[in-house]
T-cell receptor
Framework: GAVVSQHPSRVICKSGTSVKIECRSL??????MFWYRQFPKQSLMLMAT?????????EQGVEKDKFLINHASLTLSTLTVTSAHPEDSSFYIC?????????????FGPGTRLTVT | AQSVTQPDIHITVSEGASLELRCNYS??????LFWYVQSPGQGLQLLLK??????LVQGIKGFEAEFKRSQSSFNLRKPSVHWSDAAEYFC???????????FGAGTRLFVKA
């Protein structure tokens, strides 16, 4: 149980285009989803937290107009990188949680490798 | 502010040897603590977690961790390492107020034959 999928697993796009990454909780309802960014050989940096049906909360320094997050249902959240540039190339990981102490554990997706050329 | 420190960037152990990965945290209240493992190009897999109770926590794959409040530590241990354990290991603390997980920088484990 508690499986989170991400699609696509790998994407290459040209500079200036937009890319959408999907994060799905397959066998549970996720009240909260998190988006992380991970640079090579570095730790995960939280970009934003999204709750179903409400606007995402972005971490300081993360451009909300560049990284659009939509959490339309309890099983799906999307991250759209708008007007992508080479510096946006990174490994993006989502996680899903059910909230509360019992749901403090997050379940992580396998990640999406974005390369902007 | 909450923080997690993993002092060792990388560690090399021989297969069959014991392992201890260090983790220190800074958090005002009783923390929720986690250890995750990440293989190259993959997402994170939860090894174990501590919320309360017994300070020695058993996890998957033969790992265990001990919460020591006096030392603000949550070190990960395994008595006998296997080559398949080679990966990146992250210690993390959950900020229960904001439900944000703060990760350490990670420790890369290398296993030599």
């Amino acid at each position: 149980g508690a499986v989170v999928s991400q699609h696509p697993s790998r994407v290459i796009c040209k500079s200036g285009t937009s890319v959408k990454i999907e994060c799905r909780s397959l066998d549970f309802q996720a009240t909260t989803m998190f988006w992380y960014r991970q640079f090579p050989k570095q730790s995960l940096m939280l970009m934003a937290t999204s709750n179903e049906g409400s606007k995402a909360t972005y971490e300081q320094g993360v451009e909300k107009d560049k990284f659009l997050i939509n959490h339309a249902s309890l099983t799906l959240s999307t991250l759209t990188v708008t007007s992508a540039h080479p510096e946006d190339s990174s490994f993006y990981i989502c996680s899903a949680g059910t909230g509360g102490r019992a749901g403090a554990e997050q379940y992580f997706g396998p990640g999406t490798r974005l390369t902007v050329t | 502010a909450q923080s997690v420190t993993q002092p060792d960037i990388h560690i090399t152990v021989s297969e069959g040897a014991s392992l201890e990965l260090r983790c220190n945290y800074s958090y005002g209240a009783t923390p929720y603590l986690f250890w995750y493992v990440q293989s190259p190009g993959q997402g994170l897999q939860l090894l174990l977690k501590y919320f309360s109770g017994d300070t020695l926590v058993q996890g998957i794959k033969g790992f265990e961790a001990e919460f020591k409040r006096s030392q603000s530590s949550f070190n990960l241990r395994k008595p006998s390492v296997h080559w398949s354990d080679a990966a990146e290991y992250f210690c993390a603390v959950l900020n229960t107020g904001g439900f944000k997980t703060i990760f350490g920088a990670g420790t890369r484990l290398f296993v030599k034959a």
